[in-house]
């Protein structure tokens, strides 16, 4: 550590050109917590919040987890048939199954070195959430896609009931030889999540980065470059192979870079000139919009660039760029930009707060100097990612109201982080209902998962957290790290995620955390069954214990048996 921190002032000054980009609307993170919500058998964090302290790495007390208002359902490691427990990346779902991508991918071709014959993605059983089982795993030479996926992993239920998965090889590097970088499709409408039908796997022609498929299922969007295909074919009669329909980024007007410090960068280069300037790097996660097509029967995307030379947020309708197409299939037509300023993209979701629309989006810190005392502008290379709310009521004219996060990223927190080596920044999150939004999911590294309450979008406030910490007795600076998507199960008030080290969780919301957001009254509302909870329920430990209890609600608590990994384990 000694040497990284002899390392940080060059490197900040390095990058302070390059900061001055970030137009920081907010200039400012809100820290706001409601941990009086914390349950009375949990286990709270005692100091900084999101800090897993090295004091508490030392005496071991990590071991032990944090929870504050989400109590432990379920566990299981991720290893069965001799799958690699450790090295779980990212999570995507479709009924009662759960799909985890095991590591891979490279940074460059000659870095490539290819997966063991044994990674790929865990398929988990969760229909007894008390007990999911890792039942199966996507990999070997019929499934190229699902070798190496990483972040690479999406999966959609259409209108229709069909439930689509795909998993493609992660990668940053430049597509130099055919047939290019695999993907592989699964019709994973079955219930029986061990049932799955492999549709075909398709090459992309350049390389692929994240993946997500639309919610009629047609397309399937791919990052770092912005790519898209039509996938329908596959389930036509007869089938007909997926359709290329082009990259996005070479025909997207925009400049090339990010030119800012100002906040709207549709004026900084003439019509005539964007037009012929094509911004790269626009997207790390694409996003279209919820409804597809929206009620005005267009096609909305939402991208956000990485990198301070590329934070470009673009809102773009690519209604003709998809349909009006050439006899190969590939778009004949432009996208239409709608507007485009400063703002990051690695994670992009929808939400609908109070009726009006936004967009939750953020950056990462992954490159080992994610601290408060360095300026976030260098994100993803340093400093702390936390989460935006942006109001998109206007498209044209997006508007910031907030940033979120937790106090360990506070500047005046910088030792703790250096003492402790943690990473406490976002990487992905979710939202519970994105056409009627009560809180974010945010995965969040070493600080685990945590929950924030945005009914009132200017003033995000954490309500609940859960933190496995370190899973590893032998090694208690190897912290579990959570920076996959996550999923609430709102007819259970459940929500599941995966870990780097630890495997795959099931928790739930603590009564008094549902009656605090209202989320029982609001299962009414849409239909769904309540919970009989209530602001007495005492919760239940995060990660340790010594007895097999049966908590509130009746839930098997796993939890005494996480401390080993082992007990857990599926049959």
Not at 370 to 383: K, L, Q, V
Request: hydrophobic fraction near 35%; glycine fraction near 10%; aromatic fraction near 8%.
């Amino acid at each position: 550590m000694a040497a990284v921190i002899g390392l940080l002032p060059t490197f900040v000054v390095g990058r302070q050109a390059l900061a001055e980009w970030d137009s920081d609307p907010l200039n400012t993170q809100l820290v706001l917590r409601h941990h009086y919500l914390c349950g009375l058998n949990d286990l709270p964090e005692e100091g900084i919040q999101g800090d897993v302290s090295k004091a508490d790495q030392d005496s071991r007390r990590a071991e032990k987890g944090y929870n504050c208002g989400l109590a432990l359902v379920g566990h299981t490691t991720l290893d069965h048939g001799g799958r690699p427990a450790t090295g779980n990346a990212n999570m995507a779902w479709a009924g009662n199954c759960a799909y985890v991508a095991g590591p891979g991918g490279g940074i460059a071709p000659q870095m490539y070195t290819p997966p063991a014959p044994a990674n790929g993605v865990a398929v988990v059983d969760v229909h007894d959430p008390a007990h999911p089982k890792h039942v199966a795993t996507l990999h070997g030479p019929d499934n190229p896609g699902a070798n190496a996926v990483s972040e690479t992993i999406n999966a959609v239920t259409t209108a229709s009931g069909r439930s689509i998965l795909v998993v493609g090889q992660y990668g940053n590097d430049i597509v130099v030889n055919p047939p290019g970088k695999p993907m592989d499709v699964y019709d994973v409408s079955n219930s029986d999540c061990s049932k799955y039908k492999h549709m075909g796997t398709y090459y992309w022609p350049a390389n692929i980065h994240n993946l997500t498929i639309s919610k009629d299922g047609n397309y399937v969007f791919a990052t770092i470059p912005l790519q898209a295909a039509d996938i329908s074919g596959l389930w036509a009669t007869p089938p007909r192979p997926v359709t290329y329909v082009g990259n996005i980024e070479k025909v997207m007007d925009g400049p090339p870079v990010a030119s800012g410090p100002m906040a709207d960068l549709d004026d900084n280069l003439p019509a005539e000139v964007r037009s012929q300037t094509h911004p790269t790097n626009t997207s790390h996660e694409a996003w279209p919009s919820p409804a597809w097509p929206a009620p005005d029967g267009k096609y909305y995307l939402y991208v956000g660039g990485q990198t301070p030379q590329y934070e470009i947020f673009s809102i773009m309708d690519i209604t003709d760029w998809l349909t009006q197409r050439n006899p190969d299939g590939s778009s004949k037509a432009k996208p239409v930009m709608i507007s485009q300023q400063s703002g990051r993209g690695h994670s992009v979701r929808t939400a609908t707060i109070g009726g009006k629309p936004y967009i939750l989006h953020s950056e990462e810190s992954v490159f080992g100097t994610a601290y408060g005392c360095i300026p976030e502008t260098a994100n993803p290379f340093a400093g702390p990612a936390q989460p935006w709310l942006t109001d998109i009521g206007d498209q044209a004219h997006p508007h910031t109201v907030s940033q979120f996060g937790l106090e360990i990223n506070d500047p005046k927190n910088c030792k703790e982080q250096l003492d402790s080596k943690a990473n406490q920044s976002v990487h992905y999150h979710d939202v519970d209902d994105p056409t009627d939004t009560t809180f974010v999911m945010a995965s969040m590294w070493h600080a685990g998962i945590r929950m924030f309450d945005v009914r009132n979008p200017a003033q995000p406030a954490e309500v609940a957290y859960f933190n496995p910490a370190d899973v590893d007795p032998t090694a208690t600076t190897k912290l579990d790290q959570a920076w996959a998507h996550i999923h609430y199960v709102a007819k259970t008030g459940e929500i599941w995620f995966a870990t780097a080290s630890g495997g795959f969780w099931v928790v739930r919301i603590e009564g008094q955390v549902r009656q605090y957001l209202g989320l029982d009254a609001k299962n009414v509302n849409h239909g769904l069954r309540p919970l009989n909870v209530s602001a007495t329920d005492r919760g239940a430990p995060g990660t340790v214990g010594v007895t097999l209890s049966v908590p509130p609600l009746g839930y098997i608590d796993a939890s005494p048996y996480y401390c080993t990994l082992a007990a857990a384990r599926p049959a």
